[in-house]
């Protein structure tokens, strides 16, 4: 991996938030079909007449389409957007999506509603789950919007079940040494009391740049 995975692209600012608006209400709309999928107690005959009308809906989408995954991309403007991205993706319906908001240098939280689509244990958020938005939070918190960080190693403790339904994630910096940055971070339910325990080591890699004034780093660190 290197800088130039991330993608310099002329889209102008109002164009990129038009854009996002448009596909994140249909994003909207396929995370509702997941959860009617899931949960949906129509007869075989309505699910295959069903299953015709989605089927037809992807061939629509696909007449264009990217090559490939959608990746970083920022513009000149310092927007950055990824679409993609498996947890703040804002085209991505796998993800909740998480909106982080960063309360303090080296701080950042999240709440989120988590429903049928993140169930590991009856009724309870899948361990993975848990894992995926830590690690993505943990990163944000060590990124801090002001240089890149990839994860090194990430601990978890479960200490107990987390229930499906609103939870919240919070992370801070505990401690930096270098180009390695600790960040300590927890998910708890709805009670406030911490499910899963985390401790990460974020690695600013060898190959990014040093100097923080450096946007091309910055806006990666935005994404
Ligand atoms: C904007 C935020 C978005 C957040 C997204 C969510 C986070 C993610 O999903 S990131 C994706 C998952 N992580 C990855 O794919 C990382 C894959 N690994 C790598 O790319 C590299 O191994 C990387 C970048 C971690 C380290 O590479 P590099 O910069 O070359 O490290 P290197 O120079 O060898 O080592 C630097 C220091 O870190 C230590 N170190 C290296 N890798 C690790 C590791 N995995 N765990 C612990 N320590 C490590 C080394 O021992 C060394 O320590 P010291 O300076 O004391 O000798």
């Known amino acids: 991996m290197t800088m130039e995975m991330f993608i310099l692209d002329e889209t102008s600012t109002g164009e990129v938030d038009r854009r996002e608006k448009v596909v994140a209400a249909l994003t909207d709309s396929v995370?509702?079909?997941?959860?009617?999928?899931?949960?949906s107690t129509v007869d075989d005959d309505e699910i295959?007449?069903?299953r015709e009308e989605v089927d037809a809906l992807v061939s629509r989408l696909r007449a264009a389409q990217l090559a490939g995954p959608?990746?970083?991309?920022?513009n000149a403007e310092g927007?950055?957007?990824?679409?993609?991205?498996?947890?703040?993706?804002?085209h991505n319906a796998l993800a909740p999506p998480l909106e982080i908001v960063h309360d303090g240098p080296g701080s950042a939280r999240a709440d989120v509603v988590l429903g049928a689509a993140y169930e590991g244990p009856p009724g309870m958020v899948?361990?993975?789950?848990?894992?995926?938005?830590?690690?993505q939070i943990m990163g944000e918190t060590a990124s801090g919007f002001k240089r890149l960080t990839?994860?090194?190693?990430?601990?978890?403790?479960?200490r107990r079940g987390t229930p499906l339904g609103p939870v919240r994630i919070e992370g801070r910096i505990a401690s930096e040494s270098g180009r390695k940055i600790t960040v300590?971070?927890?998910?708890?339910?709805?009670d406030g009391e911490p499910t899963v325990e985390a401790t990460g080591?974020?690695?600013?890699?060898?190959?990014?740049?040093?100097?923080?004034s450096d946007r091309t780093w910055a806006r990666f660190a935005e994404g």
């Open 31 to 39: 995370r509702d079909l997941v959860d009617a999928t899931i949960r």
């Open 48 to 50: 295959l007449a069903v």
């Open 150 to 158: 990839m994860t090194g190693t990430l601990s978890l403790r479960y």
């Open 184 to 190: 300590q971070a927890h998910l708890a339910g709805p």
């Open 126 to 135: 899948h361990g993975g789950v848990a894992a995926l938005l830590l690690d």
């Open 70 to 74: 959608a990746g970083v991309r920022y």
């Open 79 to 90: 927007r950055s957007w990824n679409w993609g991205n498996a947890v703040v993706g804002q």
């Open 201 to 212: 080591l974020f690695i600013i890699p060898s190959w990014a740049p040093v100097d923080e």
